[in-house]
Each structure stands twice: as C-alpha cells, then as structure tokens.
C-alpha cells in the first residue's frame, strides 16, 4: 500500500519566512491542522495548531511578526510511500502526534497524512476484510 494514496497530496506547505497569522489563515482556509514548512521544497519543518498554543499563545508571540523559522517543528519524524499505513499509525500514536509528513529521496516532500486519514483507511481495510470473512463463512455451495 502507497501511502500517498491515503495523504493529502500535495502537503500544504509554508516557507521559513510565513508569518504564524499567515499560516494559520492557511490552516484554515483548506481545513487542515498542519503545514509543513519547506526550503526549495524539502521539508525543514513542521507547524501545527498544537505549535499555535504551545509555542506562540503561551508565549505570547505576535503571530504577525513572527515566522515559521522561529516556532516550527524541526526536526521532524517522517514515513516515507512505502511505509505500511499501520506503521505509520504506530509511529504518530507513539510520538503523540496526528500529521506525519511524507518524504521522498533528499526529504523532498511528497504529502501529509493525518491521523484522521489513516483510521479511516485502516477502519474500510477491515470492513473489507469482515464483509469477505462473512460471505465465506456463510456461503451454502458445495463443500460449504
């Protein structure tokens, strides 16, 4: 299974020098709750609502004169697209964290899967799984 079949591609991303009020506009206008900040499209950083309490709220940083260099996420824990969908729920569920960016060679940025994604995707693989267990256990054919 591709895990960029299940992220958001392409990942929303903001650049180092993107205002906190910038990106969180961003946020909110495509309705995620994670950018990841890239520097001539590698992944540098991550910045998530999270990040807005945590590192500017409580803080009490202005979110229009302070940048993603200053507040994001760095270094940040990546899956690549072949890392298995329960791999990928195993390293965020013990991080504790719900977007895990997805890299490609020279942490070239290829999506951003969420943890919402993820579930969904794992809950239909076993709703398959059930239904084609059902149908066989209950099958009335010869042998059955």
């Given at each position: 299974m591709?895990?960029?079949?299940?992220?958001r591609?392409?990942?929303p991303?903001v650049?180092?020098?993107?205002?906190?009020?910038?990106?969180?506009?961003?946020?909110?206008?495509?309705?995620?709750g994670?950018?990841s900040?890239v520097?001539?499209?590698?992944?540098?950083?991550i910045f998530?609502?999270?990040?807005?309490?945590?590192?500017?709220?409580v803080q009490?940083l202005?979110?229009d004169?302070?940048?993603?260099?200053?507040?994001?996420?760095?270094p940040v824990?990546?899956?690549?697209?072949?890392?298995?969908?329960s791999?990928?729920?195993?390293?965020?569920?013990?991080?504790?964290?719900?977007?895990l960016?997805?890299?490609?060679n020279?942490m070239?940025?290829?999506?951003?899967?969420?943890?919402?994604?993820?579930?969904h995707?794992?809950?239909?693989?076993?709703?398959?799984e059930?239904t084609?267990?059902?149908?066989?256990m209950?099958?009335?054919?010869?042998?059955?």
């Amino acid at each position: 299974m591709n895990l960029l079949k299940i992220a958001r591609v392409p990942a929303p991303t903001v650049s180092l020098d993107t205002t906190v009020i910038q990106a969180i506009q961003q946020m909110a206008e495509i309705r995620v709750g994670a950018v990841s900040v890239v520097k001539h499209d590698e992944l540098v950083g991550i910045f998530t609502e999270r990040d807005v309490v945590r590192r500017v709220a409580v803080q009490g940083l202005s979110m229009d004169r302070t940048t993603m260099s200053e507040v994001m996420t760095s270094p940040v824990k990546v899956a690549h697209a072949d890392t298995k969908p329960s791999e990928a729920l195993s390293v965020m569920a013990s991080n504790r964290f719900r977007h895990l960016p997805i890299v490609g060679n020279g942490m070239k940025l290829e999506g951003m899967l969420s943890l919402s994604r993820v579930l969904h995707w794992i809950v239909e693989d076993l709703s398959q799984e059930l239904t084609a267990l059902d149908c066989y256990m209950r099958a009335d054919g010869p042998g059955g």
